[in-house]
């Protein structure tokens, strides 16, 4: 059989008897999320281990809520992919099959090309200055056009900026990118960008990418330093570039219909647990990644700093090619509240 399609039976089996408990347990059908009695069992999903910095806002989040909700509200937390990839899970929230998710930038932009602009290579210098953006005018975009897709963004996070592993051979500038076979996550702005440096993208969901690196069906990939140390990239790769070039946030959604069906104090309980979430990870990332880098450079054989200007100079056709998807004038504001920020 199929590899793939073996893999979507099984997630729409998982999936359809999620469903079945979850209105099960609330006494209703799917698609009404109100509680007879005032109880609620909700489940949050995310494709890192547990111990990850999604993790960490999973955990704040379920303790937050079952704490000062005293016991009327639980909730189970899969991660890993155990309710399938992001792009899966975005799905599933969309039609109330999942009721939280802790998402990412790019998988989301599939749907609302808004997203992509956070996306774009090298747009924000440091994780500051890119909160600062989705704290204001920026992410009340995001919140608008999630909402007409059935979806309740709460709050966002940093999960830092990605960095490039490799076998073939360091990596000291563009030039050494070319040929190489470098794993992306199926999101437009990422595979783009790689494209125009030369490499041969390949998609494989999160959890196939250790086993790729290991088996050599790829190359290399890109990813935050604490995703790579989480997935142990850092066991079977040799060279480690740290060029920054895609920033990538954790935004922390939910399915709108159940946001709408609660009661003010419960959607107040909702939001502040995400925000006191969001807090804890983004304090989570600002402290870990500098350690993060003590403990795995060891690991490699090589690690390079190569000279960020040249990247940008290589990957700048790829604001053009997506300027009329994202909207020239969400990328103009968005970069004119930068310059701002950073005067």
Known sequence: MNFVFLRRSILFVLLFSFVLTACSNNGNEKGDHTSKDGNYDWSVGFNTVEDSIRGVAAQEFKRIIEEESDGKISVELFPNEQLGSDNEMIESV?????DF??????ALAEIMPEYSATDLPFMFEDADEAHAALDGVYGDVLKEVSSAEGINMLNTFSIG???????????????DL???SIRSPNEP?????????????????FTEVYLGLQQGTIDGQFNPLTAIKDSNFHEVQDYLAMTDIIFYHAPFIMNQELWDSLDADTQELVQRAADKATEAAREFEAET???????????FEEVTYPDKELFQEAVQPVYEQFEEEIGRDIIDELQSFLEEYRN
Do not use: H, M, R, Y
Not at 94 to 98: E, N, R, S, T, Y
Not at 161 to 175: M, R, V, Y
């Open 94 to 98: 969309q039609v109330g099959a999942l």
């Open 101 to 106: 998710q802790l998402s990412s930038s790019g």
């Open 161 to 175: 900026f990605s960095q490039i592993t490799t076998n073939a051979k360091p990596i000291d500038g563009p030039e």
């Open 178 to 180: 070319t040929g190489a």
């Open 189 to 205: 702005v990422p595979i783009a960008t790689f494209e125009k440096l030369g490499s041969q993208v390949t998609t494989l969901p």
């Open 289 to 299: 990644e500098a350690e993060v880098l003590a403990e795995i450079e060891g690991d």
